[in-house]
């Protein structure tokens, strides 16, 4: 079975430098989101896009913050100087459009900046 | 924007009885209901979901009521199992084209007292 993988699952940075995650969604998914979760919260909605075009990003998604899917697949996470606050669990989701929204996610990348 | 609340967001109960999670939500837009279960450093995995066109739905142990007048949904687990230890998390969202994002609850950690 071909979930959401993500890649790395765990990463250590030192603040300042930049981090880039990979999600692979699942097979024919169109629909591919980014969410943020930090200790004790659920899951925040960061950004959104349906084949290659992003179609929707959160207020949370600050400047430092770029995520791409250039031939709407696979998509990347990247997070430039990073800060402590950025800490957190980074997680991808997929859908397919036809399926009636039914939102999968992977087992996410979490982030230490330290 | 959409606001969720969950209660409780602890609850232990023994093998065998059941529990109750309930959600409310504000934005009567809303019409697509999944519920997520997250077990300790891994991603969210759907449960069980519902849209608004209904207003229960079963599978085996696990069963989603929704009242749309209220504004609530409740998750309902019986015969719990020790394995049904884990955060649970209710989310809302709007279904349609182009706008999908998940507003989560805060999570309910269930632990099952064997």
């Known amino acids: 079975d071909t979930g959401v993988s993500q890649d790395p699952r765990h990463k250590i940075t030192k603040r300042g430098q930049n981090v880039t995650f990979r999600c692979d969604p699942i097979?024919?998914?169109?629909?591919l989101y980014w969410y943020r979760q930090t200790l004790g919260q659920g899951p925040e909605f960061l950004t959104y896009?349906?084949?290659?075009?992003?179609?929707?990003k959160s207020r949370l998604l600050s400047d430092r913050f770029s995520a791409e899917r250039p031939k709407g697949s696979f998509s990347t996470l990247e997070i430039q100087r990073t800060e402590q606050g950025d800490s957190a669990m980074y997680l991808c989701?997929?859908?397919?459009?036809?399926?009636?929204?039914?939102?999968?996610f992977g087992e996410g990348s979490w982030l230490t900046v330290v | 924007g959409e606001n969720v609340e969950q209660h409780p967001s602890t609850l232990s109960v023994q093998e065998g009885d059941s529990a109750v999670i309930k959600c409310t939500y504000s934005?009567?837009?809303?019409?697509?209901f999944p519920w997520y279960k997250q077990e300790l450093g891994k991603g969210p995995q759907l449960i069980i979901d519902?849209?608004?066109?209904?207003g229960e739905k079963k599978d085996q142990r696990i069963a989603v009521t929704l009242n749309k007048t209220a504004k609530h949904f409740s998750l309902h687990i019986t015969e719990t199992q020790p394995e049904d230890s884990a955060v649970y998390f209710c989310?809302?969202?709007?279904?349609?084209?182009?706008?999908?994002?998940?507003?989560f609850g805060t999570g309910t950690r269930l632990t099952i007292i064997p």
């Open positions: 989701a997929s859908s397919h459009s036809v399926s009636g929204n039914t939102i999968y």
């Open positions: 097979s024919e998914h169109n629909r």
């Open positions: 896009f349906q084949n290659e075009a992003q179609l929707e």
């Open positions: 934005d009567s837009a809303s019409n697509y």
């Open positions: 519902i849209r608004s066109n209904v």
């Open positions: 989310a809302a969202s709007i279904a349609n084209f182009g706008n999908e994002k998940l507003t």
